[in-house]
């Protein structure tokens, strides 16, 4: 249940962190919107264009993990979660979080395999890997 919370957390963390680089690209373009408030500038000078946004998985409320469909490659997964994948798949059998996260070269800790074993679930839910009863994660 917890991990569950704290993915949707760190979801909406993300999608904040990727409103904030949108509004700080918006207020930079518009000294902060007044060039578009109807406040008058005594010293009018052309609009400069925004620099265009660069979209990626996780901005604008973008999924960093997509629903699998048949056909989909793992090139639409960010680098971590192809690695993720890559690690999986790589195993003799089920790995648990843990496994996944000394592969990764992370601390045994829990405050470094959660996140992992948030990942993992992610990926099951989300049909990329299959998950068994006992918290194990297979290559689907």
């Known amino acids: 249940m917890l991990r569950k919370e704290l993915a949707e957390v760190e979801g909406r963390l993300?999608?904040?962190?990727?409103?904030?680089?949108?509004?700080?690209?918006?207020?930079e373009a518009t000294d902060g919107g007044r060039r578009s408030s109807g406040?008058?500038?005594?010293?009018?000078?052309?609009?400069?264009?925004?620099?265009?946004?660069?979209?990626?998985?996780g901005a604008a409320g973008m999924?960093?993990?997509?629903?699998r469909v048949d056909g989909m490659g793992m090139e639409v997964l960010t680098s971590d979660y192809r690695r993720i994948?890559?690690?999986?798949?790589d195993a003799d059998g089920p790995v648990?979080?843990?496994?996944?996260?000394?592969?990764l070269g992370r601390e045994l800790?829990?405050?470094?395999?959660?996140?992992?074993r948030g990942q993992l679930r992610k990926l099951a839910d989300r049909g990329w890997l299959s998950r068994t009863g006992a918290g194990r994660y297979l290559p689907r």
């Open 14 to 27: 993300v999608r904040l962190e990727a409103a904030e680089a949108v509004f700080g690209e918006w207020a």
């Open 109 to 116: 800790t829990p405050a470094k395999v959660e996140p992992v």
């Open 96 to 103: 648990m979080a843990k496994d996944v996260a000394r592969a």
């Open 39 to 57: 406040i008058v500038d005594p010293d009018p000078d052309p609009d400069p264009d925004p620099e265009p946004v660069a979209v990626t998985p």
């Open 85 to 89: 994948m890559e690690i999986v798949a």
């Open 63 to 67: 999924r960093l993990v997509p629903e």
